[in-house]
């Protein structure tokens, strides 16, 4: 942080609302049966009700309402018995209708909460979550495809979406950026969302506004929008609070309005005065019914919900205390990593052992290959025979780390990679006898120093046995003998 940006920290607060858009993943539109797919060719996934066509009516999807309400109670909300879908009136080339589809007054999901600190030293914080409401999407204005004019895709219009909104309880960019990291994991392990930013399945506006520090009241706050990474909420929070705080040093006012960030310039730039819920003109959608979700069926979602991150780094704390901090966030980091390294972890009966498997050789392969982790090749049951087979004393550990990258590229059990290709351990005197004096012939110099006592080269000398045994030789026995070649 520069030393201006610092003192405007010092004598200004940042305070942060959320509002966080998140597509469904659903297989059709909230509203008709057109795809949601994304790639497909402009305006492929189209029809008479996502393009207002007169005399098309909506019908929704039931799908998008149970994924919603995951939603609302994995974040700790009351789900409503009756909520109600509105117009939301604007006007925009993407929005065929000339209204959205939306709730207002009456939203499906309210009062919950996440989290923020839990992993620092410091008091964790509740972020409130003032509503969970369902809606739709518009569709896409596309301004760079053909010169000197814009296009628009209707593909998207349509696509369901929950809007999360948040009470203004952020107070910096860094604790912004943690809560939506948080918000991205809990959607996540819930299935709803793949939550993939650069497609526009979760996408961030930010109202903020500034206050001295002590002050009570709220500031006059804009919304920023055009947010489509977590790393560019945080730039255009301190662009747009540096603008702000010079603003009012220079006895200006902040107007209420919609601000754009541009990512290339790091520029925020004013789009439109900000609208108020009056110049929406909201009324119910009168070809939609009340949404009305009977208790019991809030009460088996609610059963089918999946152990939720929070909950799963506090078991592993009572589990497992050999796991550091790093290690529990590493695994918790998606339920798949989590069932993953159970797995491995139950089946092997050495958690610490698979948590080292994990963390090292695991996600080496993972990022190598590009690979999440239920794609991965190698599945829990092969990796755990494979520790095993190291702590059985079958195969050395750097023989099993040759195992793991051939199980990575073809998928082959680990005990017939081992027998195939002459990694099982070998204790073998003279095997091993062989091996030293190839080493003690290949480098004279380093072998006459250790026999001549320079005992911190017996690791050196080890490592090169391994290397000409391809990982295969019993490294203990390899250190006996050359104890003894040595006279000690």
């Given amino acids: 942080m520069s030393d201006a940006a610092q003192r405007w920290h010092d004598k200004y607060e940042m305070v942060v609302g959320l509002e966080v858009h998140v597509h469904l993943e659903t297989a059709t539109k909230i509203f008709c049966r057109c795809s949601t797919n994304f790639g497909a060719a402009p305006n492929a996934n189209t029809c008479p009700v996502c393009l207002a066509l007169p005399g098309a009516l909506p019908v929704l999807n039931d799908h998008a309402v149970e994924l919603a309400i995951r939603t609302g109670l994995a974040l700790g909300c009351t789900i409503q018995p009756t909520s109600v879908f509105a117009r939301k009136n604007y006007f925009y080339p993407d929005l065929p209708k000339g209204y959205q589809i939306s709730q207002f007054d009456k939203p499906l999901a309210t009062n ?10 410091e008091t964790p914080i509740s972020i409130r979550i003032t509503r969970v409401h369902m809606e739709e999407d518009a569709g896409k204005s596309i301004h760079d495809r053909f010169a000197g004019a814009s296009a628009v895709d209707l593909n998207r219009a349509g696509v369901p979406l929950v809007e999360i909104v948040s009470e203004p309880d952020l107070r910096s960019a860094e604790a912004t950026d943690e809560y939506l990291r948080g918000l991205k994991q809990i959607l996540e392990y819930v299935d709803v969302s793949d939550v993939n930013m650069e497609e526009g399945s979760l996408r961030v506006d930010a109202n903020i506004s500034v206050r001295p520090h002590g002050a009570t009241d709220l500031g006059t706050k804009t919304e920023v929008k055009n947010m489509n990474s ?18 009012i040093e220079t006895g200006g006012r902040i107007q209420q309005q919609t601000m754009l ?6 520029q925020v730039r004013p789009a439109r005065s900000k609208e108020g819920s009056h110049d929406y003109r909201y009324f119910p959608e009168p070809d939609l019914p009340p949404l009305v979700i009977p208790q019991d069926r809030i009460d088996k979602i609610a059963r089918s919900l999946p152990e939720l991150p929070e909950a799963r780094r506090a078991r592993y704390r ?3 205390a050999d796991l550091t901090d790093y290690d529990i966030e590493v695994l918790t ?13 139950r089946e092997c009966g050495d958690p610490k ?3 080292n498997w994990m963390m090292g050789e695991v996600l080496a392969a993972l990022k190598s290959t590009g690979q999440a982790i239920d794609q991965f090749g190698v599945k829990p049951p092969d990796l755990s025979a494979l520790i095993v087979m190291v702590r059985d004393g079958v195969v050395s550990h750097s023989a099993a780390k040759q195992i793991f990258g051939a199980m990575v590229a073809t998928g082959d059990r680990p005990a017939d990679i081992a027998k195939r290709d002459g990694l099982l351990k070998v204790t073998d005197d003279d095997a091993l006898i062989r091996w030293i004096d190839d080493v003690f012939a290949e480098f004279p110099a380093e072998a006459a120093r250790y026999v001549g006592g320079e005992r911190r ?3 050196v000398l080890v490592g090169h046995v391994m290397k000409k045994s391809k990982g295969s030789a019993d490294p203990k026995r390899v250190n006996q003998l050359l104890a003894v070649r040595s006279g000690t």
């Fill in 230 to 247: 977590f790393s560019g909420v945080v730039r255009a929070l301190e662009v747009e609070f540096a603008r702000q705080c010079s603003v």
């Fill in 333 to 345: 980091a998606s339920a798949a990593m989590g069932d993953y390294f159970e797995q491995v972890a």
């Fill in 353 to 355: 052992t698979a948590a």
């Fill in 261 to 266: 960030w541009d990512a290339n310039t790091g």
């Fill in 457 to 459: 080269l017996q690791g």
């Fill in 318 to 320: 009572r589990e497992h």
């Fill in 112 to 121: 919950g909460q996440l989290q923020i600190g839990i992993e620092t030293d």
